[in-house]
């Protein structure tokens, strides 16, 4: 099936989670879009029964298309830490519990890799998946993975970002997601080669296919 190009002037951006709408409305600055989520617009979030990110991606995508009547975009993202046997992956938001809790969440990452015995950095490799769904009204769906890898350290480091960044250190960096700028981290524009974030890298090809041409 050919890739559909997205014209459309309105974007719905299905998540509820404030730091990933952030983040995602930042991508798209460059673009003439206007941004509405799913929380601006009352959708309800769906149950995440998929067993992939891409699963639920397109899960949260599809559901906010046919509430909404408009294309919509959802994220499907976590981290996978490689000593957990890629825990906790697609349930990385339900490590933080009801409340969101994500210093609870990266507290369980570490407890359970001091529980594997990992606790040199060789042991700690991990990464960072995100997949992009882009789903219009009529159930026509396009999907864009990204990842970046890197290493699990503790304790936490940095305030910027959201969810696990300052436990995740990338590949070649000395700096945590948590201690580098929304410009450093995801700041990809159309025509540059590289984005360093799995979102950022999921996102240029999303850009790249249906955004420009």
Known sequence: MAV???TEPELVVASH???KVREIREL???FPISILSAGDLGLPEP???GT???QNAQLKA???AQA???PALADDSGLSVNALDGAPGIYSARWAGPDKDFARAMRNVEEELRAKGATKPEARG???VCVLALAWPDDHVEIFPGEIAGTVIWPPRGTQGFGYDPIFLPEGFDRTFGEMSAEEKHGWRPGETTALSHRARAFKALAETCLTG
Request: hydrophobic share 40%; proline share 4%; charged share 20%.
């Open 47 to 49: 149950e995440e029964t």
């Open 62 to 64: 599809c559901a906010a």
């Open 68 to 70: 909404s009547g408009k």
């Open 28 to 30: 798209l600055a460059s």
């Open 52 to 54: 992939t990110f891409a």
């Open 17 to 19: 989670n404030a730091g």
């Open 126 to 128: 991990a990464k960072f």
């Open 4 to 6: 559909r190009p997205f």
